[in-house]
């Protein structure tokens, strides 16, 4: 079995730094389960950088889709550090007007010669517009310890990740456990990358840069009350975006596992808020989509509720309200009874007219 060739973070710089010096934008993605140093790998690759506009922590750091934007828009040959890309670019959100909006930047913005780094969960679950974009893909597989995937070169081929391909590889030894497990052959493996913590200096300004800028992914909180309980703030303001219905129910998950919660957990406790609040709907109600909502009958037709599925509507006569006694049925007169055989007359003299028509309907 081949040996993964052994990276350094300088040699990441020197293939970031080499694309930027010609002209290229450099799009990466670190992803990896929570709390395996997704972010200090990220601080360690673009702190020595060398770009035209090195990283600064205070300005670079995002954790908005606005404040991407921004950086996007005005930034060249700088960096950009979305330390949680779920809140920016996930494909659970993708049908949102900024979505559309954010992968349109990136886009436009490539010749700004910007380095793009993004923290995720998983990379199979981004977006594929923006897989498509990526240049380096690093998953951290355990702390201190990540694989450099880059895509496979390809014409035609639609999935230069090989993704399916490389699944159908992992698979033939998670069903064994996970033991021993063989990252070279993966397809779009180029070798594995070994990394340290943060320096004490590193650690403490990027966790104030984090505790003060995160708390803008769901707005900022007026509540004094609850200052000092970061927990009790977290369910507020998720709760404010369900019931806006921001969310849904694969977003409500992947904010329960980057948050290193569990999803049924999660939604008791919501539940549990709009029952205090006197709601009488649960996160289901809110977070059900438009198809959803709109139920259809057999036919096709939109149900409005359903009342109406199984109720037959009464059909009133013109003229009458619907409180109105009917009108009577109306007698039958002897000479509407001999109707039938006039008009059987009148059709017969018309057949004996045809008769003497020619073919082409011409009198003879």
């Excluded at 070279?184 to 104030?208: C, M, P, W």
């Excluded at 006197?278 to 036919?299: C, F, P, S």
């Excluded at 006694?325 to 009874?337: A, H, L, N, R, V």
Aim: aromatic share 8%.
């Amino acid at each position: 079995m081949p040996k993964l060739i052994v990276w350094t973070l300088k040699d990441i710089r020197d293939v970031i730094e080499k694309c930027v010096t010609n002209k290229f934008d450099f799009i990466c993605f670190i992803e990896g389960n929570r709390g395996l140093g997704k972010s200090t790998l990220a601080y360690k690759i673009l702190a020595p950088l060398n770009v035209p506009f090195p990283f600064k922590p205070k300005r670079d750091l995002v954790y908005t889709r606005d404040e991407t934007l921004k950086h996007l828009a005005t930034k060249k040959g700088g960096v950009i550090f979305s330390d949680e890309l779920i809140n920016v670019a996930y494909n659970r959100d993708f049908f949102q007007e900024e979505q559309k909006t954010m992968l349109k930047a990136l886009n436009m913005y490539r010749d700004s010669c910007n380095v793009f780094i993004g923290c995720i969960p998983k990379f199979i679950e981004l977006d594929k517009q923006l897989q498509r974009l990526c240049k380096m893909r690093i998953t951290v597989v355990r702390r201190g310890i990540a694989l450099i995937q880059t895509q496979m070169p390809s014409i035609y081929s639609q999935d230069n990740w090989d993704i399916k391909n490389n699944q159908r590889i992992e698979a033939k030894w998670t069903f064994r456990g996970g033991r021993n497990p063989q990252y070279s052959k993966l397809t779009t493996v180029r070798g594995i990358v070994h990394f340290s913590d943060l320096t004490a200096n590193q650690r403490t300004e990027y966790e104030a840069i984090k505790e003060e800028k995160r708390g803008r992914v769901f707005g900022d909180y007026q509540d004094v009350t609850l200052l000092g309980h970061p927990e009790k703030i977290f369910y507020q303001n998720l709760l404010e975006q369900l019931v806006a219905g921001k969310l849904t129910n694969d977003l409500l998950d992947t904010i329960a596992t980057i948050n290193g919660k569990e999803s049924d957990k999660l939604r008791r406790k919501l539940n549990d808020m709009l029952k205090e609040k006197g709601d009488t709907n649960r996160v289901k109600d809110y977070t059900m989509t438009k198809e959803q909502k709109t139920k259809r009958d057999k036919l096709g037709f939109v149900i409005q509720s359903s009342k109406q599925a199984f109720t037959i509507p009464e059909i009133v006569p013109d003229g009458l309200e619907s409180d109105d006694k009917p009108m009577q049925e109306p007698t039958i007169s002897q000479q509407e009874i001999d109707k039938p055989s006039q008009i059987l007359n009148e059709e017969d003299e018309e057949i004996e007219v045809e008769e003497e028509q020619d073919i082409l309907g011409y009198g003879k």
